[in-house]
């Protein structure tokens, strides 16, 4: 399969504003065969997305720098054995688990998502993790003119996001008595929790927050 001829590099545009143009990266040439019955796949799969083979070909390639593909399983890049759901059917069983459920759940969640992180040496990289988490298919990264990182509501409800948002961004334990039950009885809590966690009015179909924002660049 031969590669297809380089295009003129463009500007990319990001938050409105054009940004540098990045330098031409060495590329290597692979040359692949590949049986009649998945050509064929891929030829009716890159005319169902409106792309080349070879455009998709590169995507499917892309995906090793988010996961390992073997013989017989997927596998994050910690090792790990990963099953494919529909966001829907994970967001439903979210749903119907209490909110102490959620915090547990939203923790062990980022975790897996800093574990990963913490051994490509990107700990500290909030938007290698929040890329992390869109190819891996929790949600589209969006980050707003202000910089506030919007959160897809169609993720989870909004308990189980606040637990999964502060430990990925801030690397720390949520706390787990910020249910309302706790906080309906003790006010000191509840302040607690309405200092803690503020929430920002961005977009009604996104979550976001005070401590979900990216630094601006010096």
Request: some cysteine.
């Amino acid at each position: 399969m031969n590669p297809p001829p380089l295009e003129k590099s463009k500007n990319q545009v990001k938050n409105g504003k054009p940004t540098k143009k990045k330098a031409m990266e060495p590329t290597t040439v692979i040359t692949l065969r590949i049986e009649g019955e998945l050509n064929e796949i891929l030829d009716e799969i890159s005319n169902r997305l409106g792309t080349s083979k070879a455009n998709l070909i590169r995507n499917y390639l892309e995906m090793a720098k988010y996961m390992l593909i073997e013989r017989y399983s997927v596998k994050s890049l910690n090792d790990r054995d990963l099953v494919i759901v529909k966001k829907n059917f994970l967001k439903n069983l979210i749903e119907s688990c209490d909110e102490s459920q959620q915090i547990s759940l939203g923790e062990k969640m980022a975790r897996f998502i800093c574990d990963i992180a913490r051994i490509q040496g990107k700990l500290d990289d909030i938007e290698y993790k929040l890329t992390l988490c869109e190819h891996l298919g929790f949600f589209p990264k969006f980050i707003d003119t202000e910089g506030y990182i919007l959160f897809s509501n169609k993720f989870g409800p909004k308990k189980f996001i606040e637990a999964f948002t502060w430990r990925l961004l801030k690397n720390e334990e949520y706390n787990s008595q910020f249910i309302e039950s706790e906080m309906t009885r003790s006010s000191k809590l509840r302040g607690q929790y309405e200092k803690m966690i503020v929430s920002i009015e961005r977009s009604s179909d996104h979550y976001s927050f005070a401590y979900a924002k990216l630094p601006k660049a010096e």
